[in-house]
């Protein structure tokens, strides 16, 4: 487990949005503005690896699986979005599974625990084992038990069990408000109940007194039936622009949980895989796709049911310049 050690001492990095970027309201947070927002914090994301082979297009997730011995799984967007599931998943995953390609949920899910994640998605009719689903809590967990801050680190946005970190004190601040100004480090794991008010008591307390800051979910929003939910990073972003430090990020695109993934997916599978057998399925660019293009994986884009359903994704790929190694429509 020492490849999980990164460092005793957390430095508080600063980071600037070019002058005239905007974030858009939370009313006008659709896909575009969830690319352009995610291109103006480029800058500190992993960095996409230029290559040469030309990306495959397929209908169907299914029609691909000859191609991998494991995949990697998002969870909305690519098993369900919000409370339904995504048409044709069960039967692919079923497929997958008869071919004995290893399958790993890996989701930036945090407010809950990666246990009841599974019991969210067998409500849905998705059966996974516990060992198959890693979400960026997990993640957060493991990461924080390696590299423990000093304590008292104070836990937002936990609608789950206690977090399990050993040998750290950690405090549930939606449970007194007081604590805040007592606490030597933060850490943010969703925002189900995030408002203004939390907003402002978190910038000031970090503008007054920069400590580390511990994000366990990168993601901007998460795609419903109908809408976006939005997450962690949307309002990070606003806290960065306003001069506050860069936070320590914990999930999708960064590479501790693909870390994690890789061992998990050795673990299951009995083998060692080579990455080049590994897909990510995702519907994102930035966390998904890029993530895994950074790590030296296989990436497949979702492109019917997430993020970027109903927009130009071709557009979207020029934009940004990530690029999948394949693109499908559905499972």
Not at 100 to 107: A, F, Q, W
Not at 277 to 297: P, Q
Request: hydrophobic share 40%.
């Amino acid at each position: 487990m020492n490849n999980f050690f990164v460092k005793s001492e957390f430095i508080l990095e600063k980071f600037k949005f070019e002058e005239n970027f905007e974030i858009p309201s939370v009313k006008k947070m659709n896909a575009e503005n969830v690319i352009n927002v995610y291109e103006g914090m480029r800058q500190f994301f992993p960095t996409y690896q230029q290559n040469s082979e030309k990306t495959t297009l397929a209908s169907k997730l299914e029609n691909i699986l000859d191609k991998f011995e494991a995949l990697l799984l998002d969870a909305f967007g690519v098993l369900n979005t919000g409370t339904t599931l995504i048409p044709g998943i069960v039967k692919t995953l079923n497929k997958a599974r008869e071919k004995n390609i290893t399958l790993l949920v890996v989701t930036n899910g945090a407010s809950n625990n990666s246990y009841k994640k599974r019991e969210q998605l067998s409500s849905l009719g998705l059966e996974f084992s516990d060992d198959e689903i890693i979400s960026s809590r997990e993640t957060a967990e493991i990461f924080l038990s390696y590299n423990q801050p000093e304590g008292p680190l104070g836990v937002m946005g936990n609608i789950g069990d206690d977090l399990n970190i050993s040998n750290l004190n950690c405090i549930e601040l939606e449970q007194d408000y007081s604590m805040f100004e007592k606490m030597n480090s933060f850490i943010l794991l969703g925002t189900l109940q995030w408002d203004t008010i939390w907003q402002e008591i978190l910038f000031n307390s970090l503008k007054e007194n920069p400590r580390p800051l511990f994000v366990a979910n990168p993601d901007l929003v998460a795609p419903h039936e109908e809408r976006f939910s939005i997450e962690p990073a949307y309002y990070v972003s606003h806290l960065i622009k306003n001069g506050i430090h860069l936070p320590f990020w914990l999930g999708k695109p960064f590479p501790t949980i693909f870390e994690l993934a890789m061992n998990r997916i050795n673990e299951l599978s009995g083998r060692h895989i080579p990455l080049s057998k590994i897909g990510m399925v995702g519907d994102t660019l930035h966390t998904d796709i890029l993530g895994a293009n950074s790590f030296g994986l296989k990436s497949i884009l979702m492109t019917k049911h997430g993020l970027l359903k109903n927009i130009n994704v071709g557009k979207m790929i020029k934009h940004t310049n990530i690029i999948p190694d394949y693109i499908v429509e559905s499972p």
